[in-house]
């Protein structure tokens, strides 16, 4: 029993040595991604926003449209209705247009667990979380575009995940996947213009198509406007 007790010991002692390694060497990570929900989180605190007050954050289009489209996606996942038309709205609509352009991003998909009446709470709390991945994604694109990682790195993460555009603009919820992957895509341009994989652009990109046509059409130009700007001995398009 003895020996018994000492060999679980030893292996809880080795697991908290490889959690505390891990969280060592990623902790610029964790920073880039918790710093930019802590300020989101105190705004909420300040203005009262669920769960530190009864109010929630409902402005401009989230209230007139993303709030009410939201709920009826959530009740199609729950009942089982279909994705493709809608027979609420005179005399139908093709409802799977009103998805791709509203409701598609990945994220959406963890509605079909929310209650009805926290789907509004849900919406706002992943408003936060888009932050902190908006943060953590700008945190990748300056590590891996300069080769190296230091705090102020970290703290131009919280710049960007943070910004005032975003904290203006965070209540056009269809947006938020393509701003908090943007900084990937930007690293997977860099990454094809020196002769890399193209994963992250892949990836990234790929979400953002996905997510929000309309604003992944923008930044697919930006990604266009950059390759053309490489020099022609240069050119992605020469090495292919």
């Given at each position: 029993m003895g020996t018994n007790k000492v060999h679980k010991q030893n292996i809880q002692v080795k697991e908290k040595g490889k959690f505390l390694t891990i969280l060592s060497k990623y902790k610029m990570h964790i920073a880039a991604f918790l710093i930019p929900i802590a300020v989101m989180t105190v705004?909420?605190?300040?203005?009262?926003?669920?769960?530190?007050?009864?109010?929630?954050?409902?402005?401009?289009?989230?209230y007139h449209q993303y709030a009410p489209f939201m709920k009826e996606f959530a009740r199609k996942l729950k009942e089982g209705d279909s994705l493709f038309y809608a027979f609420d709205n005179g005399l139908g609509v093709n409802y799977w247009a009103h998805y791709a352009y509203y409701l598609a991003s990945p994220l959406n998909w963890i509605y079909r667990f929310v209650p009805n009446d926290m789907v509004v709470e849900v919406m706002n709390f992943t408003m936060v979380f888009r932050s902190g991945v908006a943060?953590?994604?700008?945190?990748?694109?300056l590590s891996k575009r300069y080769l190296k990682e230091n705090w102020m790195m970290v703290a131009f993460s919280l710049f960007y995940g943070a910004s005032s555009y975003y904290l203006a603009y965070s209540c056009n919820i269809i947006w938020n996947d393509c701003y908090a992957l943007f900084p990937l895509v930007v690293l997977g341009v860099e990454e094809?213009?020196?002769?890399?994989?193209?994963?992250?652009?892949?990836?990234?990109?790929?979400?953002?198509?996905?997510?929000?046509?309309?604003?992944?059409?923008?930044?697919?130009?930006?990604?266009?406007c950059r390759l053309l700007s490489v020099p022609k001995k240069e050119s992605l398009f020469v090495k292919l």
């Open positions: 705004l909420y605190a300040i203005r009262h926003v669920y769960p530190f007050g009864d109010r929630s954050y409902m402005r401009m289009d989230f943060g953590l994604a700008f945190f990748l694109f094809l213009v020196r002769g890399k994989s193209g994963k992250w652009y892949a990836i990234a990109m790929g979400i953002c198509a996905i997510s929000n046509f309309y604003l992944a059409v923008i930044v697919g130009l930006f990604a266009i």
